[in-house]
């Protein structure tokens, strides 16, 4: 006997044919649309590892007290969301992904929601607290840097995985990496561990330092990285923390000598190992965020800023991650502040910050 309900069947034999070759037409239009993407833009990608200054939330994945996905962060940020940067608002790389016509804000890798065009427009994979020792992020519980480079073997899989092979090679030719890292070696480690001092001098434990910076470097360049820009360190001595944990009097609030100096010292040295380490098929760039700073901390009215030497949120003097809150007072207008917490630079000193650097991602774009 012939069943009522016969007709039915190849109703839902065509409307499942429909409804796989609809699925199949939107894969395939996204994935030209990557493609597409991939090979008409002169930098394809922005790829960051690092520290806080440019950790975008990765933080907020993983169990440390180093977090910054609460108020009053981000309360610049689109939509006032606090997403863990640790500024009011949009960091370095934010700005310089724009630039580059990709998108207004960096991802953080760690997060699971992220597109496939997300990951192949750029992602951080930075940690705040983080250094080129791993003793540096140990003791903050934070990622270092040999895992954040293991975390770009993975995301390498996964774009191969998303569009092929040869494609995903062409992306990482492409794109162009960022490396901001080496002050939570000295402010966090370093300066801070008796015990350490004894057993490295400061230049001994910068040459320790550049060997590591050298050996991701190298690591990135064998995973297919053509253009890599490694920043420098600013002006350390002149965080507000690092004056106010190395001043005699809390009315004489100048910048740390000591600090600053092991900072210039490093750049140099930086600026060496990069020069020694190029070749004609890789472009490398240094990029100096010291004299920036510098010239916003000795000129500030050229900027608009009022504050050279506080942070805007709390006392400005200590505070940063879980002791800026939502119990903290904060200052009315971050604009006219270097520094947002008693570490970190505002969204201001962030976008001058990024003018300063424009020159790396031109130099990338010319190839």
């Known amino acids: 006997m012939n069943s009522p309900y016969g007709f039915l069947l190849p109703l839902l034999i065509c409307y499942s044919l429909v409804f796989f070759s609809a699925n199949t037409i939107e894969a395939e239009t996204k994935s030209r649309k990557l493609r597409e993407l991939i090979s008409k833009n002169s930098i394809s990608s922005v790829v960051v590892f690092g520290d806080s200054t440019v950790d975008p939330g990765n933080n907020d994945y993983i169990g440390t007290a180093f977090k910054s996905n609460f108020p009053p962060y981000g309360e610049d940020f689109f939509g006032h969301i606090p997403t863990g940067r640790f500024s009011d608002g949009r960091l370095v790389t934010d700005y310089l992904a724009e630039y580059v016509g990709l998108k207004e804000t960096i991802p953080p890798y760690l997060d699971p929601t992220l597109s496939v065009e997300e990951l192949v427009t750029g992602v951080s994979f930075a940690s705040a607290g983080s250094g080129f020792d791993p003793l540096t992020a140990k003791l903050s519980g934070v990622i270092p840097m040999q895992q954040q480079l293991n975390y770009f073997r993975e995301y390498k899989a996964r774009i191969e995985k998303a569009i092929g092979e040869k494609k995903a090679k062409e992306l990482i030719n492409k794109a162009a990496f960022l490396i901001s890292c080496g002050t939570n070696d000295y402010v966090v480690n370093y300066f801070n561990d008796p015990i350490m001092q004894i057993n490295y001098t400061v230049s001994a434990y910068q040459k320790f330092l ?100 506080t942070g805007c949120c709390g006392t400005g003097l200590i505070e940063g991650s879980f002791l800026c809150n939502q119990e903290s007072p904060v200052c009315p207008d971050p604009s006219k502040f270097i520094f947002w917490d008693a570490v970190h630079p505002t969204q201001a000193a962030y976008y001058n910050l990024f003018k300063s650097l424009r020159s790396l991602v031109d130099s990338f774009m010319r190839g």
């Open 210 to 309: 550049l060997d590591n910076a050298h050996q991701l470097l190298k690591g990135l360049i064998d995973e297919g990285a053509r253009n890599i820009g490694l920043v420098g360190l600013p002006p350390m001595g002149c965080l507000p923390v690092v004056i106010t944990l190395n001043s005699i009097s809390a009315f004489h609030r100048n910048c740390i000598e000591k600090y600053s100096s092991a900072a210039r010292s490093y750049n140099e040295g930086l600026q060496e190992m990069l020069a020694s380490a190029r070749r004609s098929d890789i472009n490398l760039v240094y990029g100096d965020i010291y004299n920036p700073i510098n010239d916003m901390i000795q000129n500030p009215s050229k900027y608009g800023f009022e504050d050279i030497n």
